[in-house]
């Protein structure tokens, strides 16, 4: 059974920073290309940010571009985004999500429970 | 970047009964559109990809249809667990990839 377990949410001061992090297990992480997809109170889903399979290639949206930093370890199955310079805009439910394939990035075939992050003061 | 339209925002449906969903392009998708189902609390649920293509497990009371810049997710005829949001997502022209704003399917 494909699982996605994400961690490492909670509060944090505007400006500050923040490390979420998603396990995967029951399915080849390094053979899949993941995401990070977002949902802020009352609205809906927003992607956020996808990885190769390698690492090689990272994409992001215009909203956290150069403040957010996604990357995986292979090793570990395990998937991360570092948040740095949070804003009152990026408090979200953030969930990982499972590309169908190597190639094929946008189709995303499980995702996680998600992690609550709040940025305030 | 492809804007994504749902409509309606919300749709009351008895159970039992059909309901379809609309979503819409900005520019052409061609057929890599897929469909998600979403509970609060839960994580999103992939129903349908490449617009008509039913993820493994998923009923066949959910079909998908459609291609360029309109589709469509038809629930034939809904069950009590079906009731949920709908977000339909584009991954022809990325990045970013981009969800539709959702269709809640509550009950009539």
């Known amino acids: 059974e494909v699982q996605l377990l994400e961690s490492g949410g909670g509060l944090v001061q505007p400006g500050g920073s923040l490390r979420l992090s998603c396990v995967g297990s029951?399915?080849?992480?390094?053979?899949?290309?993941m995401s990070w997809v977002r949902q802020a109170p009352g609205k809906g889903l927003e992607w956020v940010s996808t990885?190769?399979?390698?690492?090689?290639?990272?994409y992001y949206a215009d909203s956290v571009k150069g403040r957010f930093t996604i990357s995986r370890d292979n090793s570990k199955s395990t998937l991360y985004v570092h948040m740095n310079n949070v804003r009152a805009e990026d408090t979200a439910i953030y969930y990982c999500?499972?590309?169908?394939?190597?190639?094929?990035?946008?189709?995303?075939?499980?995702w996680g429970q998600g992690s609550l992050v709040i940025v305030s003061s | 970047e492809i804007v994504m339209t749902q409509s309606p925002a919300t749709l009351s449906v008895s159970p039992g009964e059909r309901a379809t969903l609309s979503c819409r392009a900005s520019?052409?998708?061609?057929?890599?559109l897929a469909w998600y189902q979403h509970k609060p609390g839960q994580a999103p649920r992939l129903l349908i990809y490449?617009?008509?293509t039913r993820a493994t497990g998923i009923p066949a009371r959910f079909s998908g249809s459609g291609s360029g810049s309109e589709f469509t997710l038809t629930i034939s005829s809904l069950q009590s667990e079906d009731f949920a949001i709908y977000y339909c997502?584009?991954?022809?022209?990325?990045?970013?990839?981009?969800f539709g704003g959702g269709t809640k399917v509550d009950i009539k």
């Open positions: 999500a499972k590309a169908n394939s190597a190639s094929q990035y946008g189709k995303l075939d499980y």
């Open positions: 029951g399915f080849s992480f390094s053979n899949f290309a």
């Open positions: 990885i190769s399979i390698s690492g090689s290639s990272t």
């Open positions: 520019h052409t998708v061609r057929d890599n």
């Open positions: 490449d617009a008509s």
């Open positions: 997502q584009q991954y022809d022209s990325w990045p970013p990839l981009t």
